[in-house]
């Protein structure tokens, strides 16, 4: 079975929000898993007139492991390959803290302004199990920031819970307007549990 943007999950899912598992054995099931995670972004990604399905991590499709997958190229959809980390870490962050917009296939319609390191330091296991280690600067480094704190249970949106002028949401147009925070997310049941 080849998952579809239909598995991935949202919020208020309480499963986003607990820490994934490690992995201890690259089986089957866990290649099945990297597939399922592919196939459910590519689909999510069809569906969408300005977005790019970037990144996800395996507890968006509902499946508890450390398990990220990254876009090779996201400034080319027609490139559809993929770079998998296994038990992703953060192993340094460098350089200043910057703010930048980031969105989230499990937060629907909500996009934040994000504080995120310019630079961070990862070490993970490829699918043979071989530990490798990625330096990655700007973009790179904020996505894989926002994949490996889904690992542990945290979306974008916690790091700026409180921040009246950091939500936004995507037009018809593809434009990001700013959400009136008391009217749409402060009490928001479906953001905050």
Request: net charge positive.
């Amino acid at each position: 079975m080849t998952a579809t943007k239909k598995n991935i999950i949202t919020l208020p899912r309480a499963e986003l929000r607990q820490r994934s598992r490690k992995i201890t054995d690259i089986n089957d099931a866990v290649k099945d898993i990297i597939a399922d995670m592919k196939a459910a972004t590519l689909d999510w990604e069809k569906s969408r007139q300005h977005e790019v399905g970037v990144a996800l991590a395996a507890v968006q499709i509902n499946q508890l492991y450390k398990i990220v997958i990254v876009r090779n190229n996201p400034d080319d959809k027609k490139d559809t390959g993929f770079t998998v980390f296994l038990n992703p870490e953060i192993t340094k962050y460098e350089g200043p803290v910057e703010r930048d917009f980031e969105g989230c296939l499990s937060i629907t319609d909500v996009y934040g302004k994000v504080p995120r390191y310019h630079k961070i330091r990862v070490k993970a296991l490829d699918l043979d199990g071989r530990p490798f280690r990625v330096t990655a600067e700007g973009f790179l480094a904020r996505v894989l920031q926002h994949e490996i704190d889904h690992t542990n249970g945290k979306v974008f949106i916690d790091h700026i819970k409180g921040k009246r002028q950091a939500f936004f949401r995507l037009t018809d147009k593809g434009e990001l307007e700013k959400l009136d925070y008391d009217k749409d997310i402060k009490d928001n049941s479906i953001l905050w549990q």
